[in-house]
T-cell receptor, first 109, second 114 residues
Framework: GQNIDQPTEMTATEGAIVQINCTYQ??????LFWYQQHAGEAPTFLSY??LDGLEEKGRFSSFLSRSKGYSYLLLKELQMKDSASYLC??????????WGAGTKLIIKP | NAGVTQTPKFRILKIGQSMTLQCTQD?????MYWYRQDPGMGLKLIYY???????DKGEVPNGYNVSRSTTEDFPLRLELAAPSQTSVYFC?????????????FGEGSRLTVL
C-alpha cells in the first residue's frame, strides 16, 4: 500500500529552527509537496520538490532524497504565526496525491 | 480575485437527508478536486475532474456524486447522509501545466450528520 509518515506533533521555541520529517512509500513518484494549514483554515502551498536536494524559499526550505523516500521541511527563525499543521503529500505514478496526516507544530515563546 | 469559493461553510444534516456542496473557481483551472479531512487523518480524495464533462472517482467516492458542466463549477452531492460523512470538505483546483501543479483550496465546508 501507499504510505506517508510524519510526526504527529512537534514543539519548538520562537526564534529557533525546526525540521519536520516525512517518509513515503508510494507507487511511483512525480513530486513531493508541503502545505501549511492553520487551525480551521484551508491548506496553502509551501513547496514542491521533484529532484533531489534542497529548495530554499525565505525562512522555509524543503529537502528531498528520492532514493531514501525521505523529505524534510526546515523552518528557520520561528515565529508564533508558524504554529500550524504541516502536510506532506506525494504525487504517485498516476498523478494522484497521497497525503500524510500532518504534523502539528506548536511554537512557544 | 476570489480563487476557490465553497458554500456553505457549515451545515448540519439529519441522517438520510441530501445536500449539495457548491464549489466554483475563477482561475480557469482545468483540474478540480473534492477532499474530505477527518481528525488525525490525511486528506482523502473523493472525486476529481480533469476538465468540463469529465469526472473520476478518488479514494473514497461511496455516498457522493459530482458533475462538471462548466470549467468553473464542481458541485459535490451527498445522497442519504450518514454519520460517517461528518467531516470537513475541501474543494481545490489546479492548473496542471504549471511547474508545480499546486492546489488552491477553498475555505472548507464543515458538515455534521446527526
Amino acid at each position: 500500500g501507499q504510505n506517508i509518515d510524519q510526526p504527529t506533533e512537534m514543539t519548538a521555541t520562537e526564534g529557533a529552527i525546526v525540521q519536520i520529517n516525512c517518509t513515503y512509500q508510494t507507487s511511483g513518484f512525480n513530486g513531493l509537496f508541503w502545505y501549511q494549514q492553520h487551525a480551521g483554515e484551508a491548506p496553502t502551498f509551501l513547496s514542491y520538490n521533484v529532484l533531489d536536494g534542497l529548495e530554499e524559499k525565505g525562512r522555509f526550505s524543503s529537502f528531498l532524497s528520492r532514493s531514501k523516500g525521505y523529505s524534510y521541511l526546515l523552518l528557520k527563525e520561528l515565529q508564533m504565526k508558524d504554529s500550524a499543521s504541516y502536510l506532506c503529500a506525494v504525487e504517485d505514478s498516476n498523478y494522484q496525491l497521497i497525503w500524510g496526516a500532518g504534523t502539528k507544530l506548536i511554537i512557544k515563546p | 480575485n476570489a480563487g476557490v469559493t465553497q458554500t456553505p461553510k457549515f451545515r448540519i444534516l439529519k441522517i438520510g437527508q441530501s445536500m449539495t456542496l457548491q464549489c466554483t473557481q475563477d482561475m480557469n483551472h482545468n483540474y478540480m478536486y473534492w477532499y474530505r479531512q477527518d481528525p488525525g487523518m490525511g486528506l482523502k480524495l473523493i472525486y476529481y475532474s480533469v476538465g468540463a464533462g469529465i469526472t473520476d472517482k478518488g479514494e473514497v467516492p461511496n455516498g457522493y456524486n459530482v458533475s462538471r458542466s462548466t470549467t468553473e463549477d464542481f458541485p459535490l452531492r451527498l445522497e442519504l447522509a450518514a454519520p460517517s460523512q461528518t467531516s470537513v470538505y475541501f474543494c481545490a483546483s489546479s492548473k496542471r501545466e504549471t511547474d508545480t501543479g499546486e492546489l488552491f483550496f477553498g475555505e472548507g465546508s464543515r458538515l455534521t450528520v446527526l
